[in-house]
């Protein structure tokens, strides 16, 4: 990029599409946590602490290691809230300009706001087990959560990528 411009900062409002995954990120963050809270003292003191690449659970540990994925899930949405706040500052093509910033800024934006919420949802869903098979309702992930998460959150950043591509 040319060093004769700085980016320049443009307030873009949060689209409907961004509000709709906060809600359904956070619900499933939020619910994860009430449900750990109201499940708590039942919990037996070994529990899932990490699952092999077929879903199985491959090393149990202490109850507080439950506590690693809403921390986790925490920082990860705090951090990426923050940069959503502040789309200049991410990484763009060279052909970045004046004209069209807020197309590259809101494109961008939108791509952290999924995966943002798509990790929510994912450590939620692994929260939830874990508690599930601690408690004997449950069997473990399955074969198909790890090919799961992965592909869902590659397609945000394949899509964000052909569609940065059509910006000029």
């Known amino acids: 990029m040319s060093n004769s411009w700085k980016r320049p900062k443009i307030k873009i409002p949060k689209t409907m599409s961004e509000w709709?995954?906060?809600i359904i990120g956070y619900s499933f963050y939020l619910g994860s946590l009430i449900f750990l809270i109201y499940v708590w003292n039942g919990l037996p003191d070994e529990v899932p602490a990490h699952y092999n690449a077929l879903g199985e659970v491959d090393r149990w540990g202490s109850k507080m290691e439950l506590l690693i994925l809403p921390i986790v899930g925490a920082f990860i949405a705090v951090l990426m809230q923050l940069l959503e706040k502040f789309p200049e500052s991410h990484n763009y093509p060279e052909r970045l300009n004046k004209e069209n910033a807020k197309a590259f800024y809101l494109l961008s934006r939108k791509m952290l706001n999924k995966l943002k919420n798509i990790c929510l949802i994912i450590f939620s869903?692994?929260?939830?087990?874990?508690?599930?098979?601690?408690?004997?309702w449950g069997n473990g992930l399955g074969i198909w959560f790890l090919p799961l998460a992965i592909l869902s959150a590659f397609i945000p950043i394949a899509l964000g990528i052909i569609k940065q591509k059509k910006i000029r």
């Open 20 to 22: 709709i995954w906060d």
């Open 125 to 136: 869903l692994i929260l939830f087990e874990s508690v599930s098979i601690a408690l004997g």
